[in-house]
Protein backbone atom coordinates (compact mmCIF):
# COMPACT_ATOMS: atom_id res chain seq x y z
CA UNK A 1 0.00 0.00 0.00
CA UNK A 2 1.00 3.57 -0.41
CA UNK A 3 2.57 5.54 2.32
CA UNK A 4 4.05 8.98 2.43
CA UNK A 5 6.67 11.20 5.06
CA UNK A 6 7.13 14.59 5.02
CA UNK A 7 10.45 15.77 5.63
CA UNK A 8 12.55 18.86 6.01
CA UNK A 9 13.54 21.43 8.87
CA UNK A 10 10.95 21.96 12.10
CA UNK A 11 12.11 25.42 12.42
CA UNK A 12 12.57 28.27 10.34
CA UNK A 13 12.95 31.99 10.74
CA UNK A 14 10.07 34.89 9.32
CA UNK A 15 11.09 35.76 5.92
CA UNK A 16 13.09 32.46 4.99
CA UNK A 17 12.19 29.59 2.97
CA UNK A 18 9.79 26.59 4.18
CA UNK A 19 10.93 23.59 2.11
CA UNK A 20 9.26 20.19 2.37
CA UNK A 21 9.63 17.08 0.67
CA UNK A 22 6.78 14.13 0.49
CA UNK A 23 8.45 10.71 0.19
CA UNK A 24 6.24 7.95 -1.55
CA UNK A 25 6.79 4.04 -0.92
CA UNK A 26 4.90 1.54 -1.93
CA UNK A 27 3.80 2.96 -5.02
CA UNK A 28 4.86 5.74 -7.61
CA UNK A 29 3.52 9.35 -8.13
CA UNK A 30 2.09 8.19 -11.96
CA UNK A 31 -1.58 8.51 -12.54
CA UNK A 32 -2.30 10.90 -9.71
CA UNK A 33 -2.74 14.44 -8.19
CA UNK A 34 -0.59 14.79 -5.09
CA UNK A 35 -1.49 17.57 -2.64
CA UNK A 36 -0.05 19.24 0.01
CA UNK A 37 -2.29 20.24 3.37
CA UNK A 38 -1.87 22.32 6.40
CA UNK A 39 -3.15 22.79 9.82
CA UNK A 40 -2.33 24.99 12.10
CA UNK A 41 -1.84 24.49 15.72
CA UNK A 42 -5.67 23.64 17.44
CA UNK A 43 -7.09 24.92 13.92
CA UNK A 44 -8.77 23.56 10.66
CA UNK A 45 -7.71 22.28 7.66
CA UNK A 46 -6.32 24.36 4.78
CA UNK A 47 -5.27 23.00 1.32
CA UNK A 48 -2.04 24.32 -0.46
CA UNK A 49 -1.78 23.24 -3.91
CA UNK A 50 -1.87 19.94 -5.59
CA UNK A 51 0.60 18.54 -8.71
CA UNK A 52 0.09 15.88 -11.54
CA UNK A 53 2.81 13.49 -11.92
CA UNK A 54 3.16 15.39 -15.68
CA UNK A 55 3.70 18.60 -13.16
CA UNK A 56 0.78 20.30 -14.27
CA UNK A 57 -0.10 22.48 -10.44
CA UNK A 58 -2.53 24.29 -8.97
CA UNK A 59 -1.86 26.22 -5.82
CA UNK A 60 -4.89 27.86 -3.29
CA UNK A 61 -5.15 31.76 -4.24
CA UNK A 62 -4.57 32.64 -1.00
CA UNK A 63 -0.85 31.04 -0.94
CA UNK A 64 -0.09 31.18 -5.18
CA UNK A 65 2.11 34.29 -4.79
CA UNK A 66 4.45 32.72 -2.30
CA UNK A 67 4.06 28.55 -3.25
CA UNK A 68 6.05 26.32 -5.54
CA UNK A 69 4.55 22.86 -5.62
CA UNK A 70 7.85 20.13 -7.62
CA UNK A 71 8.13 16.68 -8.81
CA UNK A 72 11.58 15.23 -7.34
CA UNK A 73 13.66 13.61 -10.07
CA UNK A 74 12.66 10.24 -8.55
CA UNK A 75 9.27 9.07 -9.34
CA UNK A 76 9.08 9.02 -5.32
CA UNK A 77 9.16 12.25 -4.03
CA UNK A 78 7.42 15.44 -4.51
CA UNK A 79 8.18 18.89 -2.66
CA UNK A 80 6.97 22.24 -1.55
CA UNK A 81 8.61 25.52 -1.20
CA UNK A 82 6.42 28.25 0.57
CA UNK A 83 8.56 31.77 0.31
CA UNK A 84 8.52 34.75 2.86
CA UNK A 85 7.29 32.90 6.22
CA UNK A 86 5.86 34.10 8.78
CA UNK A 87 4.41 33.02 12.10
CA UNK A 88 1.04 32.78 10.39
CA UNK A 89 2.59 29.76 8.43
CA UNK A 90 3.37 27.75 11.56
CA UNK A 91 1.33 24.52 11.34
CA UNK A 92 1.38 20.74 10.61
CA UNK A 93 2.18 20.36 7.09
CA UNK A 94 0.78 17.08 5.54
CA UNK A 95 1.49 15.54 2.25
CA UNK A 96 -1.52 13.78 0.12
CA UNK A 97 -2.61 11.86 -2.48
CA UNK A 98 -5.40 12.91 -4.43
CA UNK A 99 -7.88 9.35 -5.16
CA UNK A 100 -10.31 9.60 -8.03
CA UNK A 101 -13.35 7.59 -8.40
CA UNK A 102 -13.12 5.15 -11.36
CA UNK A 103 -14.66 7.75 -13.50
CA UNK A 104 -12.42 10.44 -12.92
CA UNK A 105 -14.82 12.79 -11.84
CA UNK A 106 -14.57 12.94 -7.82
CA UNK A 107 -11.94 13.38 -5.25
CA UNK A 108 -10.44 12.67 -1.70
CA UNK A 109 -7.29 12.45 -0.19
CA UNK A 110 -6.05 9.17 0.73
CA UNK A 111 -3.91 8.02 2.11
CA UNK A 112 -2.30 11.09 4.03
CA UNK A 113 1.70 11.37 5.48
CA UNK A 114 1.95 11.42 9.04
CA UNK A 115 2.37 15.02 9.10
CA UNK A 116 5.08 17.62 10.30
CA UNK A 117 4.98 20.39 12.55
CA UNK A 118 7.10 23.23 11.13
CA UNK A 119 7.43 26.32 13.40
CA UNK A 120 8.29 30.03 12.18
CA UNK A 121 10.13 31.56 14.96
CA UNK A 122 12.73 34.23 15.42
CA UNK B 1 -13.93 29.89 -3.24
CA UNK B 2 -16.18 27.79 -1.34
CA UNK B 3 -16.87 27.96 2.46
CA UNK B 4 -18.03 25.33 3.87
CA UNK B 5 -19.81 25.80 7.65
CA UNK B 6 -20.23 22.70 10.07
CA UNK B 7 -22.73 22.28 12.60
CA UNK B 8 -22.14 22.32 15.56
CA UNK B 9 -18.27 23.35 16.54
CA UNK B 10 -18.63 20.67 19.28
CA UNK B 11 -19.99 17.78 20.64
CA UNK B 12 -20.62 15.75 24.16
CA UNK B 13 -21.93 12.71 23.19
CA UNK B 14 -22.18 9.05 25.20
CA UNK B 15 -21.23 5.84 23.72
CA UNK B 16 -24.46 4.52 21.79
CA UNK B 17 -25.80 7.57 21.12
CA UNK B 18 -27.04 8.74 17.54
CA UNK B 19 -24.99 11.97 16.69
CA UNK B 20 -25.86 14.15 13.37
CA UNK B 21 -23.09 16.43 12.01
CA UNK B 22 -23.93 19.18 8.96
CA UNK B 23 -22.02 20.84 6.59
CA UNK B 24 -23.26 23.72 4.52
CA UNK B 25 -21.44 24.99 1.44
CA UNK B 26 -22.14 28.50 0.42
CA UNK B 27 -22.94 27.32 -3.02
CA UNK B 28 -24.17 23.85 -4.92
CA UNK B 29 -21.36 21.87 -4.80
CA UNK B 30 -23.79 18.30 -6.11
CA UNK B 31 -22.51 15.62 -4.52
CA UNK B 32 -18.47 16.65 -4.17
CA UNK B 33 -18.37 16.11 -0.59
CA UNK B 34 -16.37 14.23 1.59
CA UNK B 35 -15.70 13.16 5.31
CA UNK B 36 -12.62 13.14 7.65
CA UNK B 37 -11.88 11.84 11.01
CA UNK B 38 -9.01 13.14 12.51
CA UNK B 39 -8.20 11.80 16.22
CA UNK B 40 -5.60 13.69 18.08
CA UNK B 41 -1.55 13.93 16.52
CA UNK B 42 -2.82 11.97 13.43
CA UNK B 43 -3.53 13.27 9.74
CA UNK B 44 -7.04 12.47 8.77
CA UNK B 45 -8.49 9.67 7.85
CA UNK B 46 -11.36 10.08 4.69
CA UNK B 47 -14.89 7.82 6.09
CA UNK B 48 -17.13 8.70 3.01
CA UNK B 49 -17.01 10.25 -0.23
CA UNK B 50 -19.34 11.73 -3.12
CA UNK B 51 -21.63 12.92 -0.10
CA UNK B 52 -22.87 9.00 0.83
CA UNK B 53 -20.32 6.57 -0.10
CA UNK B 54 -18.59 4.43 3.04
CA UNK B 55 -15.13 4.11 2.07
CA UNK B 56 -13.43 0.45 2.66
CA UNK B 57 -13.13 -0.59 6.28
CA UNK B 58 -15.54 2.16 7.70
CA UNK B 59 -17.89 0.73 9.86
CA UNK B 60 -21.34 0.55 8.68
CA UNK B 61 -22.64 2.98 12.14
CA UNK B 62 -21.52 5.51 9.65
CA UNK B 63 -23.68 6.80 6.88
CA UNK B 64 -24.08 10.07 4.94
CA UNK B 65 -26.25 11.73 2.87
CA UNK B 66 -27.11 15.08 1.12
CA UNK B 67 -26.45 16.89 -2.69
CA UNK B 68 -26.14 20.96 -3.17
CA UNK B 69 -25.12 22.74 -0.19
CA UNK B 70 -26.31 20.49 2.37
CA UNK B 71 -24.80 17.64 3.76
CA UNK B 72 -25.39 15.71 7.20
CA UNK B 73 -22.79 12.67 8.59
CA UNK B 74 -24.96 10.41 10.96
CA UNK B 75 -23.16 8.01 13.62
CA UNK B 76 -25.86 5.40 14.45
CA UNK B 77 -24.38 4.01 17.68
CA UNK B 78 -21.31 6.06 19.42
CA UNK B 79 -18.42 3.44 20.07
CA UNK B 80 -15.15 4.53 22.12
CA UNK B 81 -13.12 5.02 19.13
CA UNK B 82 -15.34 7.13 17.24
CA UNK B 83 -14.61 10.32 19.75
CA UNK B 84 -12.66 12.38 17.47
CA UNK B 85 -12.83 15.54 15.20
CA UNK B 86 -15.04 15.91 11.63
CA UNK B 87 -13.88 17.54 8.99
CA UNK B 88 -16.47 17.70 5.51
CA UNK B 89 -14.51 19.09 2.56
CA UNK B 90 -15.77 19.98 -0.90
CA UNK B 91 -13.83 18.78 -4.24
CA UNK B 92 -15.55 20.21 -6.33
CA UNK B 93 -13.54 22.61 -7.25
CA UNK B 94 -10.35 24.25 -6.65
CA UNK B 95 -9.20 25.46 -3.97
CA UNK B 96 -10.75 22.63 -2.09
CA UNK B 97 -11.69 23.88 1.55
CA UNK B 98 -13.02 22.36 4.30
CA UNK B 99 -15.48 23.05 7.15
CA UNK B 100 -13.81 24.35 10.50
CA UNK B 101 -14.40 20.92 11.75
CA UNK B 102 -16.78 19.09 15.18
CA UNK B 103 -15.03 18.27 17.98
CA UNK B 104 -16.84 14.89 19.20
CA UNK B 105 -16.11 13.97 22.82
CA UNK B 106 -17.49 12.37 25.88
CA UNK B 107 -19.77 13.31 28.09
Known amino acids: QVRLQESGPRLIKPSETLSLTCSVS????????WSWLRQPPGKGLEWIGH???????NYSPSLKSRVTISLGTSKKQFSLILRSVTAADTAVYYC????????????????WGQGTLVSVSS | DIQMTQSPSSLSASVGDRVTITCRAT??????LNWYQQKPGKAPKVLIS???ILRSGVPSRFSARGSGTEFTLTISSLQPDDFATYYC?????????FGQGTKLDIK
Open chain 2, 27 to 32: QNIHDY
Open chain 1, 96 to 111: ARDVEDYSGTYSWFAP
Open chain 2, 50 to 52: VAS
Open chain 1, 51 to 57: IYYTGRT
Open chain 1, 26 to 33: GGSISDYY
Open chain 2, 89 to 97: QQSYTTPYT
